[in-house]
Each structure stands twice: as structure tokens, then as C-alpha cells.
């Protein structure tokens, strides 16, 4: 009996591992077709409220427009199916009109702010423009997409009030298309929420959607027992300040070998956020709601 109970389980776990479709889809109606499949919530009933970040203890506003993965499965399923790769440990994956919000918690430490001041965001976006220098250079002759002009669209600030650090770019692809992309860093007790925004709505100022980003940012809210403000004396401090998370983040690599070692794995971090102005944005949001209301 005891040998029966191991086989079922061992069936078990084989069973959920192939359940994982791990191929990256390139035609857009069978993306679709399967994308429908997930467990999107909100796309039906389209309401507006709050809803909690599971394991976060945290909670972010949803409006009518918005519909969003919540489950982890699910959203390292849309991954591959995406992009190839799986998440590599979002919280929530909201898709709204014009936008996409990507959300990850890190739980390295109370974040100190008091580097603030060294902050110099004219020599980061010249880095981040040497950098793809490089990159288009190492790539030429490849077919593939490769940002080559980064531009400040809102410079990174930080909110003192709401302990939360704000900035969003464009970026200028090889093939001409644009994106706006924005970050915003919410500090927390015990470290901080990552929320990614992304668009390439040619139709609406990215001054503009930067705004909307912000205060679409601002509706995330740590609980109690977990925000900023409660921190005290003795609770873990994170390996660095915000000046250096923030250069960090947002991707450049200008920074001293030990400080690349301790935060080596956060340069990784959203890279699918470059692929993603080339994955069907079109008219997604229509497209899910005909299939649904076809099931």
C-alpha cells in the first residue's frame, strides 16, 4: 500500500509538471486561444475594488478597465507562453487599456533612503544610451529587436510622504517603433515592491500615460505590519540604499564589482519588458472578452 501511495504521488507531481506548457507562442490567434484559458479575474465582471497581493501583505486598487493573473501558475504559464521563459516570481500581472503593470516583492531589508542625495540621473541615462550602444554594436547583422535611445520622460523621484520612488522613459527600438516604460519602487519594512509599467499607445502623450502610471502606482498600499514607517531598531537593513537599488533596477551596470555581486540577480529582473512591444498589444483586451463570451 505504502509503494502504491509513492507511485500516485510521483504520478502526481509528473502530472502538474507537464501541465506547464513550457513553448513560447508566436502565432497570435492560438496565443489568444490559449491566454483565454487562464484564470483572469475581474475580465467578466468588470468592477471596481481592492485586492490583496497574496504573500505580500499588500493590496492595490482594480478598476472596471483592468484584468489581472493573481496566480502564480498562471502567470508562469502566460510567461512561456509570451516569452519562453518562466516569471521568475511576480506577485500579480495586470493588463488595463494601453498598459501592462507587472508586479514583484523583495524582501532583502528595509531600504535606507538617506543616499538620496548622490542620486545623478543625467549620467544614468547616459548610461543606459552607452549601453545599447554596445549592444547594437555586439549585435549587428542579427535579427533582433534592441533598444537604441533611452530618453527621461518623468526623472526618478523620490516621494518622501509616500516612501515610493517614481520615473518613467521612452525607449527608440531599431525598427523605429517607441515604448514608454516606468518603474516605481515602493519601500516597505522588510524591502520594497517593484511595479513595472509598459505601453506602446502612440496615441496618448507619454507624458501623459506617465501620470496615469503614478497614480495607478500610488493605489498599491503595504498593510499594517508591514509598511515603511513601522520600521525600528534591529529589524534586517537591505546591503544598500535607495540611490544605488534604483540605479540597479533600472538596469545600469556602471557600479562598483562588489555591489554588482551583491545585486547582480536584480539587473536580471523584467528583461521580458524589452520584448514586450512586439507581442501582440493590439487589440488583446477585445480579443479576450470575444473568446470568453464564446465559451
Do not use: C
Not at 486598487?61 to 493573473?69: A, H, V
Not at 500581472?93 to 523583495?106: A, C, D, H, Q, V
Request: glycine share 6%; hydrophobic share 40%; proline share 2%.
Amino acid at each position: 500500500m505504502r509503494i502504491l501511495n509513492i507511485l500516485v504521488f510521483f504520478l502526481l507531481i509528473n502530472s502538474t509538471s507537464l501541465a506547464l506548457e513550457t513553448k513560447r507562442i508566436l502565432d497570435h490567434d492560438e496565443w489568444t486561444k490559449k491566454v483565454v484559458t487562464l484564470d483572469w479575474k475581474n475580465l467578466d465582471e468588470e468592477q471596481e475594488y481592492r485586492t490583496d497581493i497574496e504573500g505580500v501583505n499588500a493590496s492595490i486598487k482594480i478598476n472596471k478597465e483592468d484584468f489581472y493573473l493573481i496566480n502564480k501558475e498562471d502567470m508562469n504559464q502566460y510567461s512561456y507562453w509570451t516569452w519562453g521563459t518562466p516569471t521568475g516570481g511576480w506577485d500579480l500581472l495586470l493588463r488595463s487599456k494601453g498598459y501592462m503593470l507587472f508586479i514583484e516583492t523583495n524582501d532583502d531589508g528595509y531600504v535606507n533612503i538617506e543616499d538620496w542625495n548622490n542620486v545623478d540621473t543625467d549620467r544614468w541615462i547616459k548610461i543606459l544610451n552607452e549601453n545599447a550602444q554596445e549592444e547594437l554594436e555586439k549585435n549587428k547583422g542579427k535579427d533582433i529587436d534592441l533598444a537604441t535611445k533611452f530618453t527621461w520622460v518623468k526623472k526618478p523621484k523620490l516621494d518622501r510622504k509616500k516612501n515610493m520612488v517614481f520615473y518613467a522613459y521612452e525607449v527608440l527600438w531599431n525598427d523605429g517603433v517607441t515604448s514608454l516604460e516606468s518603474r516605481t519602487l515602493i519601500l516597505a519594512k522588510n524591502g520594497y515592491s517593484t511595479l513595472v509599467f509598459t505601453s506602446t499607445d502612440e496615441e496618448t502623450p507619454y507624458s501623459q500615460l506617465a501620470n496615469k502610471f503614478s497614480n495607478k502606482a500610488e493605489t498599491f498600499k503595504f498593510n499594517e505590519g508591514s509598511t515603511y514607517s513601522e520600521y525600528k531598531t534591529g529589524d534586517k537593513i537591505a546591503a544598500v540604499g535607495i540611490g544605488a537599488l534604483l540605479a540597479t533596477t533600472l538596469g545600469v551596470k556602471a557600479l562598483s564589482p562588489g555591489l554588482l555581486a551583491t545585486l547582480g540577480k536584480l539587473l536580471a529582473k523584467f528583461w521580458f519588458i524589452l520584448l514586450l512591444p512586439f507581442i501582440f498589444i493590439g487589440k488583446l483586451i477585445d480579443s479576450l472578452k470575444t473568446k470568453r463570451k464564446r465559451r
